[in-house]
């Protein structure tokens, strides 16, 4: 008699317990937050704005070594200020974003 309800219990997990944690999860990811265009405007109006920073940053850095060729041995170390690789973690979050706008294009398109 035991034996017959796990196994009546187990059927009945493995066809309502399972597709139901299956489409809540669906159902959720759908609803998920994703960008809109204003997002994806100030995203890469920041992203412009980092690389004109990035790009004047580079100027001055050039003007002080011409001025003064060991101005950089009474600087910080870079781990300390925290500059070196910020646009590359830029770049990484630009490629993401535009890796997620595809798969959400994609995802809507299977949709319909």
Request: proline residues 4%; glycine residues 6%; contains cysteine.
């Amino acid at each position: 008699m035991m034996g017959y309800a796990m196994g009546a219990l187990a059927i009945i997990t493995l066809f309502l317990g399972l597709p139901w944690l299956v489409f809540h999860y669906v159902t959720k990811w759908k609803t998920a937050a994703k960008l809109t265009g204003g997002d994806e405007k100030l995203l890469d109006e920041l992203y412009d704005a980092a690389r004109r920073l990035d790009d004047r940053l580079c100027s001055i850095e050039r003007i002080m070594t011409a001025e003064n060729p060991d101005w950089r041995a009474s600087c910080p170390p870079p781990s300390v200020t925290g500059r070196v690789g910020l646009l590359d973690h830029l770049d990484e979050a630009r490629d993401l974003n535009r890796d997620f706008q595809e798969l959400t294009r994609r995802s809507r398109e299977r949709s319909r």
